[in-house]
RNA sequence: GGCGCAUUGGUGUAGUUGGUUAACACGCUGCCCUCUCAAGGCAGAGAUCACGGGUUCGAGUCCCGUAUGCGCUACCA
């Protein structure tokens, strides 16, 4: 029975190369009929937060990945942690390091390896050279007994070499001269990430771990644990990262609120939309096909098809056009415009309803104009936000003139201040109002008046829409309907807010 | 510094055990459609498969080296 698990660490939003890792988790689950499971890594206390746990766990049910049994916290395991640690001192696979600790700043970590790194090739000495490694039993007890404080470390074979089988980065081995003598217990009694994880798999049974490549070359200590405590290695797949455009690790502090998960939801993907992307970063199916439902993924779903190379994130900052990956924009709309309305309909519910644009009838007596309203209108949508913002018209008579629109189509030919509200009069006079008659209409109102139907097509849309693009017109009238219509094609509003400004 | 991993058009990827003109998606350009913008249809630009050596009749595919990027190297996770 295969088990994977999530295991984020709650100490910020869900990063979405996380959420990836999660996905590729659930897929594989739900492929192969394993449990998927769930475990908050919290063992940094002083960063974790139930905020951000809640956050990931909002995050998980957006993207719809539903785990399996109960959720684990690293923390409440803490105890069993500490008592392995000290059992492998006992059998003499770990020891006590009495050197006292170095205080280190986290942010010259990365320079401080480097530099002693340096100074022990330069002065000849063995990085891992440890004074405390082959203290005699007795003595490290008596001081031990004397409450000197000390660290628990993994005592690592000097020769030899580990090894183990990724599932998509292949054999891979590391010399065990490579691999320092790992802190287990913190001196405080605090046990670390890679004893805790180990031992966490192993008690949650997980025959597969899924995770960022970032553990790759970890991943060697870690089989060492397990070997040092006796239990099965599982199977490793490592992913491919997830890089900036620039080529670097996707940060918050860098990169912003592109890496978090939440964005997407408040800026209006659709959930699948945005799962179907995150699949694609670094996996790709065997068939091609790229617009893959839930079910399909599962299907098609294989840690195979999984690549090696970083892939890049690509947005642009400061361009709101391309806030995000283009591809994941672009799957956005293929999916407002495609999926199901019965589907999309609560969503756009939920945007209305955000936006104070939401009124209970369209749940009810003008449930029918609502989903034809959106039918219309989300053909050209990208985000869920759109149906607020570019779709207000349609929902409200509280919505703003473009002004390039109303330069374009309206103030350009004067002679629209008084053909628009005769057109309304022709538009009020028909009596089955829908799109067919509206456009006989408004065709006749043009032969009649000799402009180019175009004219009042254009001047119309920005007229009852407040924009110059749209759909179809006649649609737009037919959804509006023939008083809102007429009402709107009389308003004053286009000249009184934008002539002025002219300046001829 | 050491070790590891990666490197196919702007981006995401496909390229089975080496064999003809390197494929798909997004993006981009043009045309068609048309009441606008999309969508859709058609056409197109864009890759000497990081670079240099090999092996071979033949390499994006195998080997070696170089470069670049990334990761790890913490009493962080």
Redesign the pocket.
């Known amino acids: 029975m295969v088990r994977v698990r999530f295991a984020p ?1 709650p100490t910020g939003y869900l990063h979405i190369g996380a959420a990836r890792a999660a996905l590729f988790n659930w897929l594989f689950a739900r492929k192969v009929g394993g449990k998927f499971l769930l475990r908050i ?1 919290d ?2 206390l002083q ?1 974790s937060t139930d905020e951000s746990t809640r956050s990931i766990l909002e995050g998980l049910e957006w993207l719809g990945l539903d785990y399996d049994e109960g959720l684990v916290f690293q923390s409440d395991n803490a105890d069993k942690h500490r008592a392995a640690a000290k059992k492998l001192v006992e059998e003499g696979k770990a020891y006590r ?1 009495f ?4 205080q ?1 700043e ?1 942010k010259s ?2 320079q401080g ?2 530099d002693r ?2 100074a022990h ?1 330069a002065e000849g000495v063995d990085h891992r050279s440890n004074p405390y490694r082959d203290l005699s039993k007795e003595e490290s007890e008596r001081r031990a007994a004397a409450a000197e404080p000390f ?1 628990i470390r993994l005592k690592v074979a000097p020769t030899g070499v580990s090894h183990f089988a990724d599932i998509v ?2 054999e ?1 081995e ?1 010399a065990h001269s ?1 691999i ?1 003598d790992l ?1 287990l217990l ?3 009694g ?1 046990p ?3 004893l805790s994880v180990v031992l966490d798999d192993i008690e949650m049974g997980i025959t597969h771990v899924i995770r960022g ?6 991943t060697h200590k870690q089989t060492l644990l397990y070997q040092a405590f006796g239990a099965g290695v599982p199977q490793f797949a490592h992913l ?2 997830i ?1 900036a455009p620039n ?3 996707l940060s918050k502090r860098k990169h912003g609120e592109v890496v978090s998960l939440t964005t997407y939801r408040d800026r209006g993907f659709v959930p699948a939309a945005f799962r179907n992307f995150l699949a ?5 199916p065997p068939e ?1 096909k ?1 617009l893959l439902s839930r079910d399909e993924l599962i299907a098609e779903f294989s840690l195979a ?1 999984i ?6 994130f ?1 947005f642009q900052e400061n361009d709101p056009r391309h806030w995000t ?3 994941a924009l ?1 799957m956005n709309a293929e999916y407002i ?1 495609t999926m199901p309305v019965a589907e999309l309909l609560p969503m756009v519910k939920a945007e209305l309803r955000s936006e104070k644009l939401w009124r209970e009838e369209y749940d009810d007596d003008e449930r029918e104009w609502f989903e034809k309203a959106v039918t219309v209108i989300r ?2 949508f990208f985000t869920l936000k759109d149906f607020s913002s570019q779709g207000r018209a349609y929902f409200s008579e509280d919505f703003d003139f473009d002004e390039g629109a109303v330069r374009k189509n309206i103030l350009k030919e004067p002679k629209l201040k008084e053909m628009l509200p005769a057109l309304a009069d022709s538009i009020e006079a028909i009596e089955s109002f829908d799109a067919v008659s509206a456009e006989a209409a408004l065709r006749a109102f043009s032969d009649e008046a000799q402009v180019k ?2 004219l009042l ?2 001047a119309s ?1 920005t007229m009852l829409t407040g924009q ?7 649609e737009v009238f037919e959804i509006l309907g023939r008083e809102r219509s007429a009402m709107r094609l009389r308003s004053q509003r286009p000249w009184h807010e934008f002539s002025e400004a002219t300046g001829g």
């Open positions: 660490s890594e063992t940094d960063r390091d050197t006292p600790k170095e280190r986290d970590v990365k390896i480097v790194a340096r090739a660290a980065y292949g891979q590391r490579e320092e802190v913190r001196s405080d605090h670390l990430y890679n490549q970032d553990h790759l070359t970890n491919p990262l890089l080529k670097a690790k694609l970063l670094g996996w790709s091609g790229e098809g690549g090696r190379a970083n892939a890049v690509n990956d283009d591809k672009w415009r053909q050209r139907a175009g097509i254009n849309r110059a693009v749209g759909p179809s017109m006649f």
